[in-house]
C-alpha cells in the first residue's frame, strides 16, 4: 500500500494556495465504487450525508480552523464521532495555517497517519478504527 501524498504549500496570503488546494479532488482519479461506498458510509454514520444522496460520487474535501480539538480532527469525545481525517477518506484534508495548529493536535495526526487507523477515544473503552490512506489507488 503506497502512502498518502502530503502536500505542504508555503507562500504569502492570496497567491492561490487555498483555490489550489480545493482543486485538488478534481484533479485526483474518479472515486471507485469501493471508494465511493466506504466515503458514503462514513458520511452516513457521521449524519452528514444530505437526505437526497444515495452514494457519494466526488472526493471530500474538508477544511479545518487552526482552532480544531483532538477529538473533531481524529475522531472521538463523550459521544464517539468522526473526526476531519475519517471524513476526508479518499478526499483531501486542507490544514491552512498549518503553524497555527495546536503541537498536541499536530501529534495526533501524525499518530494517525502512521499507525494508518484511526484510535476513537470516548469515556467509555476505547476502540481503533482502520482506514486505508487516501491513495491506495493512484
Not at 480545493?22 to 471507485?32: E, H, N, V
Not at 465511493?36 to 454514520?45: D, H
Not at 480539538?69 to 498549518?98: M, N, R
Not at 503541537?103 to 481503533?128: F, K, N, T
Request: net charge negative.
Amino acid at each position: 500500500m503506497a502512502h498518502a501524498p502530503i502536500v505542504l504549500m508555503i507562500g504569502p496570503p492570496g497567491t492561490g494556495k487555498t483555490m489550489l488546494a480545493r482543486r485538488l479532488p478534481t484533479i485526483m482519479p474518479p472515486l471507485s465504487l469501493e471508494e465511493s461506498l466506504e466515503t458514503t458510509r462514513i458520511y452516513s454514520a457521521a449524519g452528514e450525508l444530505r437526505p437526497a444522496s444515495a452514494l457519494l460520487a466526488t472526493r471530500p474535501f474538508r477544511q479545518s480552523h487552526h482552532s480544531i480539538s483532538i477529538p473533531a480532527l481524529v475522531g472521538g469525545g463523550t459521544i464517539p464521532s468522526a473526526g476531519e481525517v475519517s471524513l476526508a477518506h479518499h478526499g483531501v484534508l486542507f490544514l491552512d495555517e498549518f503553524p497555527e495548529f495546536n503541537r498536541s493536535v499536530l501529534e495526533s495526526l501524525r499518530q494517525v497517519i502512521e499507525d494508518g487507523e484511526v484510535p476513537v477515544q470516548a469515556v467509555h473503552p476505547s476502540e481503533a478504527i482502520q482506514y486505508r490512506r487516501l491513495d491506495r489507488s493512484l
